[in-house]
């Protein structure tokens, strides 16, 4: 799925170089010596997580307005600024039944001054930016499996 709204495709393959960290531990040091480029997570379709990046999703370090309700209903946790106005949030949770977790899903929502394009995955690769680590995944909060389903039903997905 190239699209030019988001940094990279989360079903891409990484090669990873050798003595690239692979704990928590081990990317925190990195982070903090300044050496973090290329650092992400994969995930897959058997562990208990789900990425969603918003495009738009982040204007001058702030939250859009009309964007806020949305990623408070659907339980507002770890996120980071990615490149440009790109918004990541990471949570504990999955894709509804009949979703299927191999693709990102695709969804836009029209907002009151642009449009905010939401990408949802649970299986495939996403970066951190190098910036800040704020948490092991154990810390993670549950998406609101509810809003999550709104949110895919209102745009036709499920």
Known sequence: MTDDRFTHDPRESRDMPGGA?????EAKAAVDEGD???????ITRHDPFLVVEVA??????ELPPDLEPILSGLGMTFAEAGEGDLLRLFYKGAL???VDAGEPVVVTVGGDT????FRVFASGWTPVTGRHINGTPED?????EDSLRTLLERAGKI
């Open 36 to 42: 973090a480029d290329g650092l992400g997570f994969a």
């Open 114 to 117: 642009r449009n905010y394009v």
């Open 21 to 25: 960290p692979t704990s928590f531990e």
């Open 56 to 61: 738009n999703g982040w204007a001058g370090g």
């Open 96 to 98: 509804p039944d009949g």
């Open 140 to 144: 993670l909060r549950a998406i609101d």
